[in-house]
């Protein structure tokens, strides 16, 4: 089980068991309260009532805590939003029960749960996908220990706080020496700092995430448009290419028109292979709905030369498909989005002892693979739902790549699959569906 999981998890077993290590026995509060009965003052009191806010917000917080954060980490996963909200809701009621059910001393769902329920709304609905779970669980522990305060406030036991054995003897005995208002004075004001504290730190986390998000959005942009814009320099040069290539094409033509030299003749042929060659590949980078039947051999052959990064990683192939084997592909776009797919996996591994890339192809009934494995840190499930989208990066810069590359692939109606486990590596798998495919010159 993933450790987001498992600590959760364990949280919420130490929050059941907590009140088993830490009895009033325990922690000195039974001859505090043994003291205040017997010669009660305000001193004794102030100390029991510190000791007692204490003594609840550490056991309290391991299972809060646990639930928040479990109900978080299901709702990332399963992308169920409402699993952040209901879990909560479900266990620390079943923590209340299930500590009643073995622990002699009565513990009270008052007025604290209640309010840390609606807190656990709050920061679900206010942070969204905001605020990072560390920061949140610092939010929430300041809030608990707020709202812990409430429960000596005497004023505040008709509405249903400080319901419990001990809270109610150190409300009473404030009111019996008239050191109530004191009590309710300190304690109101020790709540109000924490929880305004509180408030203000998950206010300011919000912020700056989402002015973090915005810069991030905005970086993105800028690389967008200055790809466009490099994009539009391109195909202005490329589209001029097509004069030069028509008259060199004229003019071989020319050349073989008036000579019957056959070695001469053979130069022109290939010279008129090369020209139609290279007209087909502006073409393709002219137009994106222009595809032509490519041999395997022929786009490894290209991939490799257009991006093998000179560094430390290894990269190697892997190439169990038949070389002969043609898709039905825009070769300049295609080649763009696997070279794409290495530079991620080189990314992934830079810096690895034993770095590799492995630039694999395979065939099955279904029809062609082409793989791009590493063997980095891995993608974690969290991510691999978000590689996708435009602007998203794992790196310390923005990313439109994978968004590019899956519209290429769909574009050729591929498939693009990832298989990712954390600690042993990712591959890229492209899938060509048989109908795309055929074996080379032959009719399809």
Not at 94 to 106: E, H, K, Q, T
Not at 168 to 194: C, E, P
Not at 303 to 320: A, G, H, M, P
């Amino acid at each position: 089980m993933k450790k987001r999981f498992w600590i959760p998890i364990l949280l919420i077993i130490i929050g059941i068991l907590l009140p088993l290590w830490f009895d009033l026995e325990q922690v000195g509060l039974r001859t505090m309260i043994t003291r205040l009965e017997n010669d009660p003052d305000g001193n004794s009191l102030m100390l029991t009532a510190l000791l007692l806010v204490f003594l609840n917000t550490l056991r309290a917080l391991p299972h809060y805590l646990g639930a928040l954060l479990l109900g978080d980490a299901l709702g990332r996963k399963y992308d169920r939003p409402g699993l952040k909200i209901a879990v909560p809701l479900i266990v620390i009621p079943l923590v209340y029960f299930l500590i009643n059910s073995y622990y002699s001393m009565n513990y009270h769902f008052g007025g604290p749960a209640i309010l840390l329920l609606l807190s656990i709304l709050f920061l679900q609905l206010f942070g969204r996908q905001n605020m990072r779970p560390l920061f949140m669980s610092f939010v929430f522990s300041q809030l608990l220990f707020g709202y812990q305060w409430l429960d000596i406030v005497p004023a505040l036991t008709a509405y249903g706080f400080g319901g419990g054995e001990v809270s109610s003897l150190v409300k009473d005995t404030a009111v019996s020496i008239g050191f109530d208002q004191t009590l309710s004075l300190y304690s109101l004001l020790f709540s109000a700092v924490f929880i305004v504290h509180a408030l203000v730190f998950a206010v300011y986390l919000t912020v700056v995430e989402q002015k973090w998000k915005i810069r991030k959005d905005l970086e993105s942009a800028r690389l967008e448009m200055v790809e466009a814009r490099s994009g539009r320099e391109v195909l202005h040069l490329v589209h001029d290419l097509k004069t030069p290539l028509s008259l060199m094409e004229g003019l071989n033509s020319l050349i073989q028109m008036k000579s019957s030299d056959p070695d001469i003749q053979t130069y022109t042929g290939k010279i008129s292979d090369s020209i139609r060659a290279t007209s087909d590949m502006v073409s393709e980078i002219l137009y994106d709905e222009k595809k032509n039947w490519c041999s395997l051999h022929t786009l490894v052959e290209y991939v490799r030369q257009n991006k093998l990064s000179e560094s430390s990683t290894i990269y190697q192939f892997d190439l169990q498909a038949p070389s002969d084997m043609e898709i039905y592909i825009n070769k300049i776009r295609m080649t763009r989005a696997i070279v794409n797919l290495i530079d991620n996996a080189g990314d992934a591994v830079e810096g690895q002892k034993d770095a590799q890339v492995l630039i694999r192809t395979e065939v099955d009934p279904s029809g062609i693979w082409i793989g791009i494995e590493d063997n980095g840190p891995g993608i974690s499930n969290r991510d691999i739902q978000k590689i996708w989208n435009a602007g998203f990066s794992t790196k310390n810069h923005p990313g439109v790549g994978l968004s590019f590359v899956k519209n290429v692939i769909e574009e050729h109606g591929a498939v693009l699959d990832i298989e990712s486990e954390p600690g042993i590596g990712t591959t890229f798998w492209i899938h060509f569906p048989k109908e795309r495919t055929r074996y080379e010159n032959t009719d399809h």
